[in-house]
């Protein structure tokens, strides 16, 4: 049985999230807090009806950098290519980071590169 290389897959943006650019530059991802415990919260602990999840640099860059053709392997290139040293190891970190996003539910996998 062939090992899956998780580098080849290829994410995109869930499209139920929509995202900012706030004024240093980062991405804020927009989270609208639904359902009754949502409301719930809202209405006795004052708690936003909208949430912004803003990611650090690194992020930033890769969220944009997503566009549902680029596998994980060539967003990591890009990462090294813009971040130079700052980005190492970046496989691992890239591969760690983008399984954070997705069991956050703000990525989804479109595909995995066919290997032979």
């Known amino acids: 049985m062939k090992e899956e290389n998780y580098l080849d897959y290829i994410p995109k943006r869930n499209s139920r999230y929509a995202y900012r650019l706030n004024q240093r530059g980062h991405v804020e991802i927009i989270v609208k807090n639904r359902g009754i415990l949502n409301r719930l919260m ?11 999840i803003e990611l ?28 130079g040293e700052k980005a190492e190891p ?11 996003l997705r069991d956050c539910d703000y990525i989804v996998y479109v595909n ?3 290997t032979l």
């Open 42 to 52: 809202q209405l006795l602990l004052k708690k936003p009806k909208i949430s912004y």
């Open 112 to 114: 995995k590169i066919k």
């Open 90 to 100: 970046v496989c691992e970190r890239l591969s760690t980071y983008m399984k954070v």
């Open 56 to 83: 650090e640099e690194m992020g930033s860059f890769i969220w944009q950098e997503m566009d549902g053709v680029k596998s994980i392997y060539e967003l990591a290139l890009s990462e090294r290519e813009k971040f």
